[in-house]
């Protein structure tokens, strides 16, 4: 697929599930190459691709029962990393150089997050993956992706999730669910849609971040979003 990049630099938001594959928990190496292959093509034709994947094909810090929610988050913060790891050795095999930054200090496995180092990587054509989330329990991961797009000044967050947009009501439920082709901000909350929490959406707002929500069932589709192809649905100031 032909590259025409819309935009400079990117914040990739990858869930835990999309990296299991039909296996619906832990890594689908297959899958996580597949992934891979299409931000290389982003990669080689310009574009700055950093990512923040989360944790959810290994663990979920707020589905963890009767655990304390801190000591749960930082599990989930564990998982985020294998994921990174996963990330940059699959991405490193197709030849791109990476950098995994951990918001919590395992100096041994990758390098601290430092903003400036991590924009630094992305002017030098590096893929830089986040991992730890924000570094603090009860935030998302669609929070630290949110604060690290603001950080690094990224055009826009590319959240990939495993429907084709954003519906007024869950399209597995309801087969009349409405997809929206473009939301406000304002919209996006008030309407109580659960595609990104409250904080990361208040953040994006804030910080006038554009979200675009697209299917990664086709993996292709990351070359499309930052195309700028009419795929997904969009969260902008109206």
């Given amino acids: 697929m032909k590259m025409q990049p819309k935009y400079k630099r990117v914040l990739l938001k990858l869930s835990g599930e999309a990296l299991a594959g039909e296996n619906n928990f832990g890594l689908d190496f297959d899958t996580v190459l597949k992934i891979c292959r299409e931000i290389k093509v982003c ?90 989330g924000t570094g603090n329990p009860f935030f998302s991961t669609d929070t630290a992706a949110a604060l690290r797009a603001a950080e690094i000044e990224a055009d826009i967050i590319l959240k990939a999730s495993m429907v084709d947009g954003i519906y007024d009501s869950d399209p597995k439920q ?24 409250s904080t990361a959406a208040t953040l994006c707002r804030d910080n006038a971040i554009p979200i675009l929500v697209f299917n990664l069932s086709d993996p292709k589709n990351i070359v499309r979003a930052i195309n700028g192809d009419d795929i997904g649905t969009i969260v902008k100031e109206v």
């Avoid at 959810?56 to 599990?75: C, K, L």
Wanted: glycine share 8%.
């Fill in 43 to 132: 990669v080689d034709a310009g574009v700055e691709i950093a990512i923040v994947v989360g944790g959810g094909n290994f663990w979920r810090g707020r589905t963890s029962g009767q655990m304390d929610r801190t000591r749960a988050d930082h599990m989930g913060m564990l998982a985020t990393t294998i994921n990174a790891l996963a990330l940059a050795d699959a991405l490193e095999q197709l030849n791109c150089v990476v950098r995994v930054q951990t918001a919590i200090g395992m100096n041994q496995v990758a390098e601290p997050y430092i903003r400036n180092r991590a924009v630094r990587h992305l002017e030098k054509g590096r893929v830089v993956i986040f991992a730890c």
């Fill in 174 to 197: 309801n087969a009349n669910a409405v997809l929206f082709d473009s939301l406000s901000y304002l919209d996006l909350l008030n309407l109580g849609l659960k595609v990104m929490d």
